[in-house]
Nanobody, 129 residues
Framework: QVQLVESGGDLVQAGHSLRLSCAAS???????IGWFRQAPGKEREGVAC????????????SMRGRFDISRHISRVKDQHTVYLSILKAKPEDTADYYC???????????????????WGQGTRVTVSG
């Protein structure tokens, strides 16, 4: 059973950095994991993606330089953690952030967000300033 649990969301001041975590389990490591966000009143947008097996990454053009994605592969079978770092946060980064699975493992690392499958419950980031 696939499980995705996001954490790390917080209220921060503009200019500060924070790191979000996605605890992922229940699927093989050929998947890729993507991070998305949805700001109030806006559509959900893809932020970054990482292949669990090879660590290849993709970051949305408009977010390169301030967002980073990384992963930790646990020794426990089929358990992984994917991190999204937000550097020098801006008020426009205020959103609910979600992680999601890419079962093909090759789509979101090419910037193709269609086909994302399972979703976590989200974690809220609020940037004041």
């Amino acid at each position: 059973q696939v499980q995705l649990v996001e954490s790390g969301g917080d209220l921060v001041q503009a200019g500060h950095s924070l790191r979000l975590s996605c605890a992922a389990s229940g699927f093989a490591n050929y998947y890729a994991i993507g991070w998305f966000r949805q700001a109030p009143g806006k559509e959900r947008e893809g932020v970054a993606c990482i292949g669990l097996s090879d660590g290849k990454t993709y970051i949305q053009d408009s977010m390169r330089g301030r967002f980073d994605i990384s992963r930790h592969i646990s020794r426990v079978k089929d358990q992984h953690t994917v991190y999204l770092s937000i550097l020098k946060a801006k008020p426009e980064d205020t959103a609910d952030y979600y992680c999601s699975t890419d079962p093909l493992g090759v789509s979101c690392i090419r910037g193709n967000w269609i086909g994302m499958n399972d979703w976590g419950q989200g974690t809220r980031v609020t940037v004041s300033g």
